[in-house]
């Protein structure tokens, strides 16, 4: 089993930068993908950003593309996603995921294409 923990949300006002983190533990060897998420109330969780050991590829949706960097430190097991110039509509529940497939021929990261989810992390864009 892998856990996954978010840390770092918080409030920030628009046009400014945060940077959340993701921490796996437990089996984290059989990683293989690894995915950015955020889901805003009553609306579906939108992949984000993805990073994909098959191949060694990066994905980002284009509604972040250029904003967003998703990076990982294989050392402390760590993913993180650092967010610029961010914008009011960034607002919602970011959730990290991951999968011990290593996504070759994906692209954006779909929800059903991965099996591990941390709890969240609740980031807030002020304008």
């Known amino acids: 089993q892998v856990q996954l923990v978010e840390s770092g949300g ?58 967003f960097t998703i990076s990982q430190d294989n050392a402390k097991n760590t993913m993180y996603l650092q967010m610029n110039s961010l914008k009011p509509e960034d607002t919602p529940m970011y959730y990290c995921a991951a999968d011990p497939r290593n996504g070759v021929g994906w692209t954006a990261p779909r929800e059903a294409d991965f099996r591990y989810w941390g709890q969240g992390a609740q980031v807030t864009v002020a304008s």
């Open 10 to 67: 918080g409030s920030v006002q628009a046009g400014g930068s945060l940077s959340i983190s993701c921490a796996a533990s437990g089996a984290t060897w059989i990683i293989k993908s690894m995915a950015w998420f955020r889901q805003a109330p009553g609306k579906e969780r939108e992949g984000l950003a993805g990073i994909y050991f098959g191949g060694g590829r990066t994905f980002y949706a284009d509604s972040v593309k250029g904003r």
